[in-house]
């Protein structure tokens, strides 16, 4: 099992930057994949970026150029950093991690709790 607690939310203003950290404990040695997703009202919940240890990154395509994630070598944290923020990014924002375990592999899929970000003038 692993537990994943998101910080760093808060209100700020187009233009402005803001940095998420999501904290990673428990099972952590079995996780492949970090990333952020996001979730507006009425909306599905959306990848932002994904970054797999080891792999590539993906980021989508709202954000490409404006967002970078970052991770831990040691799988304990993910960050997100939010340049040039917009209103369009108004959303809570979810930690997630995958791991992997077990013969045959079995993935798993581990959920923050969600941190709200809201943009606004």
């Known amino acids: 099992q692993v537990h994943l607690v998101e910080s760093g939310g808060g209100s700020v203003q187009p233009g402005e930057s803001l940095t998420l950290s999501c904290a990673a404990s428990?099972?952590?040695?079995?996780?492949?994949?970090m990333g952020w997703y996001r979730q507006s009202p009425g909306k599905e919940r959306e990848l932002v970026a994904q970054s797999r240890f080891g792999g590539s990154t993906v980021y989508s395509d709202s954000v490409r150029g404006r967002f970078t994630i970052s991770k831990a070598a040691d799988k304990s944290a993910v960050f997100l950093q939010m340049n040039n923020v917009k209103p369009e990014d108004t959303a809570v924002y979810f930690c997630?991690?995958?791991?992997?375990?077990?013969?045959?592999?079995?993935?798993?899929?581990?959920w923050g709790q969600g941190t709200q970000v809201t943009v606004s003038s």
């Open positions: 428990g099972n952590t040695f079995s996780i492949v994949v």
């Open positions: 997630h991690a995958q791991g992997i375990k077990g013969v045959p592999e079995r993935k798993s899929n581990y």
